[in-house]
């Protein structure tokens, strides 16, 4: 798949690429499907491809959007592509069985970037997670799937929230860099109104003493993207 990005913006990483084959897994042919924050739109296009979905996308960086749609043009992949503020955007009456995020994750604490599309794709500020999972409570069907990545040292927050929108997480897994290193990286599957017990899948290791690991190569043999900058 051919991804065109920003030269100098927010262009996608291995996170996006380790959350698509997380999601793939949970996904069926003719759901109705929501990308929060789609960027130059990899993670949807990824699912759209693998699985025959209805997918819809949201994205409020202008430029971002615009990219989007020459990728999803390029790529032959059908979507609805709405250019707004997820949290002010009025979806009437839509419901959607699962709803995909990669989500800003990086606190005030991070140095900010100078670079403002930066920003607005990496800094929690601009979308913050508990009011994206409460507006996204509003949007999920009965049974519905919200299923995203985030910082990993924020795991206590994030099951806080989900808790107290009644969306349980019921599927995890834990990104670390080596096996000897702290995970960076949570995935996470949760169902509103779900009274599963939370599943904890092994673990992703991404590199060893020879590189990536057989894992990741195999998640990006999976993905097959390649970028130009633009």
Request: a positive charge.
């Amino acid at each position: 798949m051919q991804i065109y990005q920003p030269k100098d913006g927010y262009c996608y990483n291995s996170d996006t690429l380790f959350l698509y084959d997380f999601a793939l897994d949970f996904l069926k042919k003719h759901q109705k499907i929501l990308e929060v924050g789609s960027g130059s739109g990899v993670l949807g296009m990824l699912c759209a491809r693998d699985v025959e979905i209805d997918l819809m996308m949201s994205e409020k960086n202008p430029k971002m959007w615009e990219l989007c749609q020459q990728n999803l043009r390029v790529n032959k992949i059908k979507a609805e592509l709405l250019n707004g503020d997820f949290l002010q955007y009025d979806f009437l009456d839509l419901k959607f069985d699962c709803i995909l995020s990669n989500p800003p994750f990086y606190h005030n604490g991070v140095i900010k970037s100078v670079n403002n599309d930066i920003c607005m794709a990496r800094y929690e500020e601009n979308l913050p997670f508990e009011a994206m999972v409460q507006k996204i409570n509003t949007l999920l069907k009965p049974q519905g799937e919200f299923i995203f990545c985030y910082d990993c040292r924020e795991s206590f927050k994030v099951f806080g929230i989900l808790f107290k929108y009644k969306i349980r997480p019921i599927t995890i897994c834990y990104v670390h860099p080596k096996e000897d290193k702290e995970a960076t990286l949570l995935l996470c599957r949760a169902k509103k109104d779900s009274k599963s017990q939370m599943r904890i899948l092994p673990p992703i290791f991404t590199h060893n003493a020879n590189g990536f690991t057989k894992k990741v190569q195999e998640i990006y043999k999976r993905a097959n993207t390649w970028s130009i900058k633009c």
